[in-house]
């Protein structure tokens, strides 16, 4: 695969200062595809000072012309599509009909979206005898994590360019190449230089190095509850914000009268998309207790539709997980529910294939709230099936964990869904299937975090407020 041997600071590929390299390895088949730079904190530094230094005049450049830069990073990344399909699929093993749909297609609809909100945004008003003004927050240190190694690093990148904020991108090591794709693409773009740079290297070197950093001044981090607990203690030190996107444990919600075989389908694909690596995955169903053995007869049937496989090959729905380390965190939470009692259906911990981080996907049934599998992120192709008698059950469940990032209610009519999904702890509840929408505000409740990304939300956390008497 394509890699550059550098960073990209102050609008141009520069030497890492270190000598240290970080392999790219494809999970599919556990090989080496490239190297890159293992950044270091001068690294760091200089992509900080770089950003800094184009801060006052991008600050000042006036919305519409940030919007136009905006449309054409969206056009060098069109162009870019089938390239950038090819990298997320090798270098995360998302199957290529995902990757190209929804890591590369949904992460262009972002973009496009802060082309609109860039121009049409309020970014002045008048109240009373004050003009209030809402101004960019500075120089933003973006940390992404692996599993959207696009997406995620658009999600951060559209809102800030369309403040007026200027950047330093440190992606994940496990997925470097996609975020030197866009890296590119901002080069073509013509966005000037400065206002974005982009250091790869691994989070206790650069990451902390870059949220540490005196001239960072708003950390934007998406990843695991653990680190980010770690990011916002060290941002917190220097009193500067932070927005964490974290964990979830994400409850699928079952109510009688649904359309149960649509639901239980929809739970099910929604947990093996991108092999169950999604904050958001709805990785707990729960379902009445009357209708219980027949959502686990629905689940074993629609699994059956998701086997692991090749995600090179055409109509592969669910391939492997990122690397060696995930691959046996998942099965060793698939055998702590064999363990702890959990009845397994599907799957199991034994991996598929010899070769590559596959594992395969598992249904567990009778799970009870205080399981490990019920409780904790497992971040792979797991569904737990739980059973409630009632509705304040299905809601103490629902509610009974640390996170609160997604959800969804399945109920006879959208009234009754809405009325459960509004007593629910989290940040986005999906309504009968709801689609996905672009300028919704996504983020967590409780210990998925702090902060919004996306729409008009989004941009909000890229901006500080300043008002003017009169």
């Known amino acids: 695969m394509k890699a550059q041997d550098g960073m990209y600071i102050d609008g141009a590929w520069r030497p890492a200062v270190g000598t240290g ?12 595809i490239a190297e890159v730079p293992a950044g270091t904190e001068e690294d760091v530094d200089a992509a900080v000072r770089a950003a800094r230094a184009a801060l006052p005049g991008w600050a000042a450049t006036p919305p519409a012309e940030r919007a136009a830069l905006i449309g054409a990073l969206r056009d060098a990344l069109q162009a870019r599509k089938g390239e950038l399909t090819e990298t997320v699929t090798a ?119 870059l949220a540490a950093h005196e001239g960072v001044d708003f950390v934007s981090f998406t990843g695991s509850t653990a680190v980010g607990r770690q990011v916002g203690a060290t941002a917190g030190a220097a009193v500067k914000r932070v927005a964490l996107e974290l964990g979830g444990k994400s409850a699928n919600v079952i109510l009688p009268g649904a359309d149960l075989p649509k639901a239980v389908a929809a739970g099910v694909g929604h947990v093996m ?24 007869s629905l689940a074993v049937a629609a699994v059956a539709d998701h086997p692991a496989g090749d995600p090179r090959t055409r109509g592969t729905r669910v391939g492997p997980v990122v690397n060696a380390k995930q691959h046996e965190r ?49 971040f792979g192709p797991v569904l737990s099936i739980l059973a409630y008698e009632d509705e304040e059950e299905a809601l103490s469940i629902a509610n009974g964990t640390v996170y609160g990032l997604g959800g969804a209610v399945w109920a006879a009519d959208e009234e009754t869904a809405a009325a459960f999904a ?47 008497q009169f």
Not at 115 to 141: C, Q
Not at 345 to 363: I, L, R, S
Request: hydrophobic share 40%.
């Open 273 to 296: 998309n991108n092999t169950g690596q999604r904050c958001n995955a709805l990785t707990r169903m729960l379902v009445h207790r009357d209708q219980y053995e027949e959502a686990v």
């Open 422 to 468: 509004r007593r629910m702890e989290t940040g986005q509840v999906d309504i009968n299937g709801g689609n996905y929408n672009v300028l919704a505000p996504f983020g967590g409740h409780k210990q998925s975090g702090v902060g919004r990304e996306l729409g008009p939300h989004g941009l909000a956390e890229y901006l500080q407020t300043k008002s003017l």
């Open 91 to 209: 270098e995360l093993g998302a199957p290529l009909g995902f990757a190209k749909a929804v890591h590369v297609g949904s992460s262009i609809a972002v973009v496009s979206s802060y082309v609109e909100l860039a121009a049409s945004y309020a970014f002045e008003e008048r109240i009373g005898n004050s003009t209030v003004l809402m101004e960019p927050v500075g120089v933003v240190g973006a940390i992404t994590p692996w599993n959207f190694p696009l997406y995620q690093v658009v999600a951060k990148v559209a809102p800030a360019l369309a403040a007026g904020c200027t950047l330093v991108l440190k992606p994940a090591e496990d997925t470097p190449l996609t975020a030197q794709l866009f890296a590119e693409a901002v080069h073509e773009a013509g966005i000037p230089a400065g206002v974005f740079n982009l250091v790869t290297g691994t989070g206790p070197v650069a990451g902390q190095a």
């Open 330 to 378: 998942v099965r060793g939470f698939i055998a702590k529910g064999v363990e702890e009692g959990a009845r397994l259906v599907a799957g199991g911990p034994d991996a598929p294939y010899e070769q590559g981080y596959f594992v395969a996907p598992t249904v567990f049934a009778d799970v009870t709230p205080d399981m490990t599998i019920a409780q904790e992120e497992i």
């Open 21 to 32: 390299r970080i392999e790219v390895v494809n999970p599919a088949d556990g090989q080496v």
